[in-house]
């Protein structure tokens, strides 16, 4: 069945409790992102065919469409909830986590855990974020940088899409 | 390939599945029918929930995707079934403190243990206060038990 890697992706994941971060499975990643690319390649190909007159197809295409969907939403929860755990670690290790827990993430995910603890203002000066460490902002603005922080700690995570 | 019938996974039912134009029709499964409702509606509190599910109210809600003339029985069922089991569920979970709680959540579905889990961590949070432990520093628990398997969750 379609999505069947990106699903065992999350299974695994869903598996390992207490807080536990199994192995970024690179490989298994990147047959599941093979597998959007050739559906989506597929699609290409028959929308043109079917914009041509071959509607017997459409029904076909809807089909790949949902696989596509059902790929990109368990790729998207996995890396998600491996930030989540991260992020989760990073606050009760401290800013060092122990190098087994590190064996065990991507290289982008530790380029995202190390800036996860430094934060811009507006006026340009960046605050170190330790445990208990407080800090106040009557700025509109930080919420604002924070989420489109994230969103680039998502999309450096290597994930890209075609919008299909 | 009208007429075929297949099994296929809930996603692909939903994507494929449109009220306008009857692309597939979907059977409810049997657990949803009126024969177990009705068994249901007798004594909802005796049901072994994750033997019959797990998701049984996750998969139940799902259901109602599908513009099944019997959604509004189904959905009624799902809702007395919540409501007459959930008293059984709160007071238990309330009540056991420090025990061994595997036959109180063995026939509960994965929502009814996500409660009753939700509902031992208030007990726990709240006699640890009691005890003026709140206020300890301790080691985080998350450190400590790091890797070590936790007894696992009965699978279906």
Redesign the interface.
Known sequence: MAGERAAGLVRELHRAAGGHLPPFRVEELRQALEEMRALYEQNQADVSEAKAGRTDLIFLIRFRHCCLLRNQRCILAYLYDRLLRIRALRWEYGSVLPNTIQFHMSAEEVRCLRDYGEFEIDDGTTVLLKKNSQFCSTSQVLPVKLLAHIANCLHGSGLQFSSA | MQGTKLEI?L??AK??HDSKRR?ISVELPKIYKEAWRTVFSADATVVDLHKLGPYYYGFGSQLLNFDNPENPEIAQTLLQTFISRFRHIMDSSQNAYNEDTSVLVARLDELERALFQAGQKGLNDFQCWEKGQASQITA?S??Q??????F??MDG
């Open positions: 996974p996603w692909l994507g494929l692309i985080s998350l450190v038990n790091y890797g070590k398997r936790k696992p969750e």
